[in-house]
C-alpha cells in the first residue's frame, strides 16, 4: 500500500525475489553502491536453508552492503536463538519483539559490534543512528523479559511449540482426507506457525470459502484466524480444535458441491492489507 508515501521515499525501496538469490543479484548490479542494506524474513510460511539464507548473506556483503534479518516472527519459537541459530547463520542486524517479553512490552535489536558501536556511547564521532526510547526508564518490559527467557530455558517452551504443532497439523491433516478436501483446503507453515489457506472448487484462494470457514469454527467455539501454537495449549485444546475444525470441514466439503453461498450468512471478509475498501 503505496499511497501516502512520497514517490521519493518510495524509490529508496527495491523489491527481490525470496527464492531467488539471481534477482538480488540483478538488484545490486543495475544500482551499484546504492544499496545499503536487505531486510528480510528467515522464513515465512515454508522452510528455507542453510544455504539459501548464506548466498543471500554472501551478496550483501560481496556488495557492501548489511543484511538485517527480522526475527519477529521466528525469534524464540522456533528456537531459542532465533533462525539465524536454526539454520546456522550471522546476520549483521537483527530485531527480536512479541515472544520475547511474552506479550509485555519490549523489543530488541542486535548485531556485530562494529555496526552496533555506531550508534552507541562510546564513539566520538557523529551517531549513525540514535537509539532512544520515550520510555528508556521503564523496566516491567525487561523484567518480563528476563523471567520469560528463563522459562524458555528451564521449560523447552521451543520444543513444545514444535511438538504440539506437529500434534494439531496431524489431526487436522486427517479431518482434511475423511473430508476429502485435499487441494482445497491446506495447513501451511513451520509447526510452530502455521496457517491455513481456503480455496474454492477450481482450487483458487478464496475469501468466502476462509469466510465459511470462519464462521462455522466461530459457531463451534473457535476464534482462529491462524494456527500459531503457543505454550498453554494441551493435548486437550488440540483435540477440542481438531473437533470443532472437523465440523466446519463437514460443512466445507457441502458449500464446494452445492455453492459456497447457500452456507454463507455474511458478506465474506476480506483482507486487513488491501489498497482499497
Known sequence: MAAGIPQLIRNLTLKFSYSDPGSLEELFSANPGQIACIIMEAEAYA???????????????????????DEILTGFRCHLGGAQAMYGITPDLSA??????????ISALAGKREIMKLG?????????????????????????????????????????????????????NEKIDENHLTGYFEVIGQPYNMIYATRDSEKKPSQRF???????????????????????HSDEDIERTVDAIGGALSVYARALNEGVDKYLEGRPVVPVFRKYD
Open 47 to 69: 522452510p528455507t536453508t542453510h544455504d539459501h539464507l548464506q548466498s543471500i548473506i554472501n551478496i550483501c556483503h560481496r556488495h557492501g552492503a548489511v543484511f538485517i534479518l
Open 96 to 105: 527480536f519483539g512479541k515472544a520475547l517479553g511474552n506479550g509485555f512490552s
Open 120 to 172: 552507541g556511547l562510546q564513539e566520538s564521532r557523529e551517531k549513525v543512528f540514535l537509539m532512544s526510547t520515550t520510555y528508556g526508564a521503564e523496566s516491567i518490559g525487561l523484567a518480563a523479559a528476563i523471567e520469560t527467557i528463563g522459562i524458555y530455558e528451564e521449560k523447552d517452551v521451543v520444543g513444545f511449540l514444535w511438538l504440539q504443532g506437529k500434534k494439531l497439523r496431524k489431526a487436522i
Open 210 to 232: 476462509r469466510t465459511l470457514f470462519l464462521q462455522e469454527t466461530i459457531k463451534r467455539g473457535l476464534l482462529m484466524p491462524s494456527l500459531v501454537i503457543s505454550f498453554s
